[in-house]
């Protein structure tokens, strides 16, 4: 019996590598594979990995809950309350906004199924979601995986990956419902500049459709760059579900804690389903997260930390004949234009084949990617570790650089 | 303007308690102002709840790998491979079935978003979902949430809630496309006699059918009862998702780990959807999980203790007058018919005003749950307490006979 016969279209060609090789990060084995061989994993977005960097004070929180031994029990689906408040208070500090930790806060496990959930009520089969291309992956294949059609929107190097309002508009159908965006961008660390927004915004309303802001590298902006949350502009409270995550800004990947707000129009939806969707959150992790959350001195470390290797990052990649690359906005990603060096899979081959570290390829990110590779040069907690890397990858691009005659 | 003019028909009437009064178990903070006031709450299906319960194995596990500082990382999103290694060993132990830890399971944080996962490779609008009522709620609002039909399936409680494959027959369309089931039952208990099981796999054989199978209560079987997986008959591996949790057979909820095993045809899909729709699950808790799964010792007395509950609870409560129930086949529920004393709603109401504790109503779980209401009789640690609880269900639910004449 071929089961695939019995799948709907959304998933029946999804393949997870158990019947052809594997390269790529994400699943399967190939990457556990990579690394047991000695290879270094520079492609997972998670600050500092794989060395130690759960602060103090969520250890210490966690310790004692874990001690209790009452860990063992759920947490309410919605999150638990204590943690709902810590994320309100934030929001609310960052946004102006009054945020109900009862009424306007979801805490998900991880904010890769919050953001497939914020979608669900909205999607149905035939949609159109307009996605700027360089995107999130997941965002173009959630847009499948609920029967929509991803309408990937170019962003251009030129404009530095700032939104052009007419590409937009001339993609405009009845269909669309929904623009997708992560703000910060993954993969090119761009910070959406508050008058484009506020031009977006403009469109969305207009057109009467949502938006789900995808805001996993809100935490750490670089230069002195605004942040403009999406949802404070003039009529997107009502329609704006924003995601959000501890893992990039706190480091905490592994904790699997995401969470949404909106209005509490929509929220009564997603908490009515919050059980079928998420299940709940992990509890001892909810406990750390409290914590984490409310450590200041913390965030201001890790803050530091990072933008020092986002520096020593540009220092390094940016002098390697044939690569053109800004210093990154923000976050915990380097974007790389290797187009001079071949394709985007070439590049990220050759770098794991020649350097032993694996990269992102520019091209899952959509067609806007290809020439490009994503590097997360937070990878390592010690700076000297990291650069050490990044000299790698440098030796062995200049190597490329002159078989291809470029230098 | 009304956001719910743009969801779709499957979310838009969904309610999380924020604009209506929530005294309901679930979700919202219904159950959190109940617990604040000084209430019991038994209707969450959590062993020991709210007292301290996890194994020693796990916690010296975890506290190693926390101060290790290393758990800020994530796993694969397929799974930690020692987890599916050693989950893997469990499934083969109990179904003599060769599981590959890398082709044939997935780890979900939880079964409740591993039961939306399995359905959601298969189900398109307008297919329908066979599921026998009374069973887990949310595998109704499930078919619902993907766009399917909800077919109940009546099991009777004069037959001990065993299917029968008549009620099957009758209401296969050619738009039937799967058949869910809670096996162990949740709420009633029912073990599904293999004999029974066998019938109702030919039955899916037959007719093409795909079927999900949510055991989360499989470890705990009383009385020598045999226990079948559906997915070791004939027919039946290529075609079933078997869904399983340690939330409740190692009374680890609050871990949020869930899995789900099946061919490596199913599971490619489902690998390849996996960052998606699951994201990650945690990591600590991965760790505590590795440990708790090949705890016997742990295993064995937990056994012991929900069986000595088991016993206990249909002692106390098989006495109330008006109230009719069968010791436990499984698990840590008791289901009781209180017909006599009013319907479910009102019999779960006089226990929270009457008792002080928050059980559930039976017509959740379907139209064959009226008149029934569920227990979640292994809650707290220490059986004099328990033994308590049953006691003022049992003072109150006698005050309530005496008010309808029956003693
Ligand atoms: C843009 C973006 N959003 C969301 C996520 C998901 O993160 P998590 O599920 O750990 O919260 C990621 C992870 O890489 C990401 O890059
Ligand atoms: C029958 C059944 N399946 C699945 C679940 C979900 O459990 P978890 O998500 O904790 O694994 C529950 C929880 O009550 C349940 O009763």
Chains 1, 2 share one sequence.
């Not at 929180?61 to 810590?86: F, W």
């Not at 459709?209 to 502009?233: K, M, R």
């Not at 992790?285 to 450590?295: L, P, Q, T, Y």
């Amino acid at each position: 019996m071929d089961v695939k016969r019995r799948m709907n279209d959304r998933f029946k060609d999804l393949e997870g590598g158990l019947f052809s090789a594997v390269t790529k990060a994400d699943v399967g084995e190939g990457v556990g594979n990579f690394l047991a061989a000695g290879g270094a994993n520079m492609a997972w977005a998670d600050p500092f990995y794989p060395d130690p960097s759960v602060p103090e004070s969520a250890k210490k929180a966690m310790m004692e809950a874990l001690e209790s031994g009452t860990v063992s029990h759920y947490v309410m689906p919605i999150g638990d309350l204590a943690l709902r408040k810590a994320l309100a208070e934030k929001i609310s500090r960052r946004t102006g906004l009054p945020i109900d930790p009862s009424r306007n806060v979801i805490v998900s496990p991880g904010s890769d199924s919050g953001l497939l959930f914020s979608m669900m009520p909205f999607i149905e089969e035939g949609d159109e979601i307009m996605i700027p291309d360089p995107s999130y992956p997941s965002n173009f294949l959630n847009a499948k995986l609920l029967g929509a059609k991803a309408v990937p929107v170019p962003l251009y190097e030129e404009d530095g990956y700032q939104p052009r309002m007419e590409e937009f508009e001339k993609r405009l159908t009845p269909k669309t419902k929904m623009v997708l965006i992560s703000h910060p961008n993954n993969p090119t660390t761009t910070v959406f500049r508050k008058e484009k927004l506020e031009e977006l915004a403009a469109f969305i309303v207009k057109n009467d459709l949502i938006l789900v802001s995808d805001q996993a590298f809100e935490d750490h902006i670089y230069d002195g760059i605004e942040f403009a949350a999406p949802c404070t502009l003039p009529g997107m409270w009502e329609r704006t579900l924003t995601v959000c995550s501890i893992s990039k800004g706190l480091g905490l990947s592994g904790f699997r804690i995401g969470y949404i707000y909106a209005d509490d129009h929509i929220m009564d939806v997603l908490y009515g389903a919050a059980v079928n969707v998420l299940g709940a959150s992990n509890t001892l992790a909810s406990i750390g997260a409290v914590a984490a959350v409310r450590d200041e001195a913390f965030l201001k470390s890790n803050y530091e930390r990072l933008l020092r290797r986002r520096d020593l990052a540009y220092e390094i990649l940016s002098e390697i004949p044939g690569v053109t690359m800004k210093p990154s906005e923000s976050g915990i990603l380097s974007w790389l234009n290797v187009s001079a060096l071949g394709t985007s899979a070439e590049v990220a081959d050759y770098i794991r084949d020649h350097a032993n570290i694996m990269v992102n390829q520019g091209t899952p990110y959509g067609a806007q990617g290809e020439g490009h590779i994503r590097i997360v040069t937070a990878c390592f907690a010690n700076d000297e570790e990291a650069a050490g890397r990044f000299r790698d990858i440098k030796r062995a691009l200049t190597e490329l650089a002159k078989e291809k005659g470029i230098c």
